[in-house]
């Protein structure tokens, strides 16, 4: 079992910057590839950044290329989000996801909002 903590969101105008969190419980975090998602009022949930277990690969959403960066430390069993740049239509509800084969896992999201 893994809990998922996110933290880091809130109000920031646009141009701005966000550096979101995610704790998570647990012992076996580097087992895991981490993503974030995030999802906007009234639109599906959407993938941004994926990280694999030893950091060695990324991915990320073409919407979030060249301005977000995800990292994660597993040491400290925490995955971030750098967010740059930031436009209005980055405004959602950031979620971390910690995925395995058999296991997904979700944290309850913290809120991004980039005001114009």
């Known amino acids: 079992q893994v809990q998922l903590v996110e933290s880091g969101g809130g109000l920031v105008q646009a141009g701005g910057s966000l550096r979101l969190s995610c704790a998570a419980s647990?012992?076996?975090?580097?087992?895991?590839?981490m993503n974030w998602f995030r999802q906007a009022p009234g639109k599906k949930r959407e993938f941004v950044a994926a990280?694999?277990?030893?950091?060695?690969?990324?991915s990320y959403a073409d919407s979030v290329k060249g301005r977000f960066t995800i990292s994660r430390d597993n040491a400290k069993n925490t995955v971030y989000l750098q967010m740059n740049s930031l436009n209005p239509e980055d405004t959602a509800v950031y979620y971390c996801?910690?995925?395995?084969?058999?296991?997904?896992?979700w944290g309850q999201g913290t809120q991004v909002t980039v005001s114009s």
């Open positions: 996801n910690a995925e395995a084969p058999g296991h997904d896992y």
């Open positions: 990280i694999n277990w030893s950091a060695v690969s990324t």
């Open positions: 647990g012992r076996t975090f580097s087992s895991y590839a």
